[in-house]
């Protein structure tokens, strides 16, 4: 049977099989702000080793992750010009 044209993702058929899946490296967060909350919309991209949020109309905001190096998220390296790989290497994640 062939898959819909409008179908996420990938089979689940490998794994069902016991054959070895092919997971996926990052996933893709968003939150929209609804009346009533006092929470911002939001997008972010995590991967196994670091984490990117913008929050659209704030720049300023923005926040990137090394979890890698501080897995509780306690210093955000967006304003860290040291750091620039890793934004870099999100905001290109984000954008495929």
Not at 32 to 49: C, K, Q, W
């Amino acid at each position: 049977m062939a898959v819909p044209r409008d179908m996420q993702d990938a089979s689940w058929v490998p794994l069902l099989t016991g054959k070895k899946p092919v997971w996926r490296q990052s996933f893709l967060a968003e939150y929209s702000y609804e009346n009533n909350f006092n929470t911002p919309t939001l997008v972010g991209i995590r991967t196994a080793d670091a984490k990117f949020v913008q929050y659209p109309g704030h720049p300023e905001w923005t926040e990137v992750f090394d979890l890698a190096l501080a897995s509780y998220e306690l210093k955000n390296l967006a304003a860290d010009p040291d750091r620039r790989d890793v934004q870099a290497r999100l905001a290109a994640e984000f954008a495929a």
